[in-house]
């Protein structure tokens, strides 16, 4: 019996032993993963705050007033709000423009018509695109102002290669010195010939419509002899 308590305890003894240590190891690890949590933090903030530092460098703050660059000043900067109403207004009106004067009855009567008419065509697409670049490149336009002038600046490309295309075959069928000008649901053709009958009226058409995809309602055909 004294051999068999003496087992019992001594087995007690070692479990006892046991269940210290790995209070024992548990407590250092704790401790010491607060410690490497610590010291993890401490240089999250250390590279937080360096970063900071990086930023107030590289940017510049620029007060009202204050001068920029040569001569010129915040106060000289004006804020665009590029909003559609505004951009697609001032297509609109250009457009409209080109197409009253080119069918303009007094402009018509011009002995240089057909060249007054290329160049005003020219003209006037020339200073909307020069409008719709300094829109795309101004800082302060808004992103859907930009994107917007973008793409009527792709389209007014689109268009303009199109009229060279379509004047280049219509001359090559005979008619000689034509104007053409396409806007986003509108075509205007003017032939340099006396009267048009209706195999002319049928060919240009077909020119037309094969390089734009108007229809044929979209599609205005005058002429003025010169």
Known sequence: MKSIKNFLGGRNFVVFTLVMMLILVGTINYNLSKRSLLETSNE??????SMMENFKEDIAVVEEGEEIGEGV???DIQIVDS?????????????ANIAQELTSKENME???????MKLNRERQRGELMEELDRII???SSSEK???????YKLELIKFREAEGNIENLLTTRGYDNPIVYLSENMANIVINKETL??????KISDIVMTETNLTLDKIRIMNSKR
């Not at 999250?44 to 705050?49: P, Q, S």
């Not at 009958?197 to 049928?202: E, L």
């Open 44 to 49: 999250l903030r250390e590279y937080e705050k």
């Open 73 to 75: 000043t915040t106060e």
């Open 83 to 95: 909003n559609k109403s505004e951009i697609e207004e001032k297509v609109a009106q250009t457009s």
């Open 110 to 116: 011009k002995t240089t018509y057909f060249v007054d």
């Open 137 to 139: 490149s101004n800082p």
């Open 145 to 151: 102002g930009r994107e917007e002038a973008l793409n």
């Open 197 to 202: 009958d209706t195999q002319d009226i049928a």
